[in-house]
């Protein structure tokens, strides 16, 4: 198992954090109409259109960068994934209708007998 340091993973994320963006080249078309003062124009070589060179920032998702070691793990209910069955007395499988039979069964006995219903046992 690799063995991570914490002055090792505190640089590394130190280092993330430093980043805000991207920034990606984007060229804007300048109609012939419009003239833009101290800006050079770049040309089409297909259309021969004029075009302006600026970036576009893409800003980065800081939350993401800061927890990107860490791994969210989504708590299974163990009776939804084919694990345990946690019935008292486990009967048939959690929703049939020979589930649901026995249910009525236990809370009717649990019911006449005036006692706490996590105290049943089944009947012997």
Aim: hydrophobic share 35%; net charge positive.
């Amino acid at each position: 198992m690799k063995t991570k340091f914490p002055i090792i993973e505190n640089a590394k994320r130190q280092a993330r954090l430093c980043f805000r963006g991207m920034a990606i080249p984007v060229r804007i078309l300048v109609e012939d109409s419009q003239c833009i003062i101290d800006v050079d124009y770049v040309r089409g070589v297909s259309d021969h259109k004029r075009y302006v060179m600026t970036e576009k920032v893409i800003k980065f998702n800081r939350t993401a960068l800061k927890n990107l070691g860490k791994v969210k793990k989504e708590k299974v209910d163990p009776r939804y994934s084919g694990g345990e069955d946690t019935m008292i007395v486990p009967v048939g499988r959690p929703g049939s209708r020979e589930r649901v039979e026995e249910l009525a069964k236990q809370y009717g006995v649990v019911e006449h007998l005036e006692i706490s219903p996590f105290n049943f046992k089944g009947v012997e």
